[in-house]
């Protein structure tokens, strides 16, 4: 399954993508409006963290995958709970085989 995960935190993206990894998901992070969001390709979900994005860049992505069938996620939090409750609302397995988190 792929994710395009729009907005959050830049400091955080690379955690976003490692917990996506746990979900057996590929994961693109765009934390910045920079070049637009020309590649987002067809992803199977597209997660909006509309809490930390600019009306500019949520109109841009909204105006990209308009016509596309993919499944959207807004979440005002940018949080890793927040994006653990969309994956499993949306990951079809759940989380991968690994070994227990510490907490």
């Known amino acids: ?3 395009v ?3 959050g935190n830049e ?3 690379s955690r976003y993508c490692q917990l996506c990894r746990e ?8 934390p910045k409006f920079t070049r ?5 390709g067809a992803p199977d979900l597209l ?3 509309t809490g930390t994005m600019s009306h500019k860049m949520l109109r841009s992505v909204l105006s990209t995958t308009k016509g596309q069938n993919i499944p959207i996620a807004r979440c005002q939090s940018s949080s890793m709970a ?3 409750r969309v994956l499993e609302t949306h990951a079809p397995g759940g989380p991968a085989a690994c070994p227990a988190r510490e907490t």
């Open 23 to 30: 979900y057996s998901c590929k994961a693109k992070c765009y």
């Open 47 to 49: 997660v909006l963290f």
């Open 5 to 7: 995960i729009v907005g």
């Open 82 to 84: 927040a994006l653990r």
């Open 1 to 3: 399954m792929s994710v």
């Open 11 to 13: 400091c955080m993206a």
């Open 36 to 40: 637009g969001v020309q590649d987002l």
